[in-house]
């Protein structure tokens, strides 16, 4: 699994940047793609989330202003960053993994794709996002 993040950088308050994720190296219509971040001092925390089905999650602080979409011919995943704020600041990541099943059931489902002990299959090396006026 190899991933790749493009298209971070400085944007004012209010402002818009849209990350991009390059994806190779697996079957990228089986697996979801996620996006995370880290700012300074503070733990990991789960973005947003597309499953292979399309389905997406989100964290609540992002909701009405992120939106992650995938391209499968293309083999891209992009959040569309809306209405940034300076605690958006921080490294943003692109993981993945194959959506595996429990029963019938996926895995990787809204109560666990941000969890810490959910263990994605592969993570890209990341892109700052800084938002300051």
């Known amino acids: 699994v190899q991933l790749v993040e493009s298209g971070g950088g400085l944007a004012q308050p209010g402002g818009s940047l849209r990350l991009s994720c390059a994806a190779s190296g697996f079957t990228f219509e089986y697996y979801a793609l996620t996006w995370f971040r880290q700012a300074p001092g503070k733990a990991r925390e789960g973005v947003a989330c597309?499953?292979?089905?399309?389905?997406?999650y989100y964290e609540d602080s992002v909701k009405g202003r992120f939106t992650i979409s995938r391209d499968n011919a293309r083999r891209m995943v992009y959040l569309q960053m809306n209405g940034l704020k300076p605690e958006d600041t921080a490294v943003y990541y692109c993981?993945?993994?194959?959506?595996?099943?429990?029963?019938?059931?996926?895995?990787?489902?809204?109560?666990?794709?941000?969890?810490?002990?959910?263990?994605?299959?592969?993570w890209g090396q990341g892109t700052q996002v800084t938002v300051s006026s």
């Open positions: 993981a993945a993994d194959r959506v595996k099943y429990s029963f019938g059931l996926p895995t990787l489902n809204e109560a666990t794709w941000s969890t810490h002990n959910y263990e994605y299959e592969g």
């Open positions: 597309i499953t292979n089905n399309h389905e997406t």
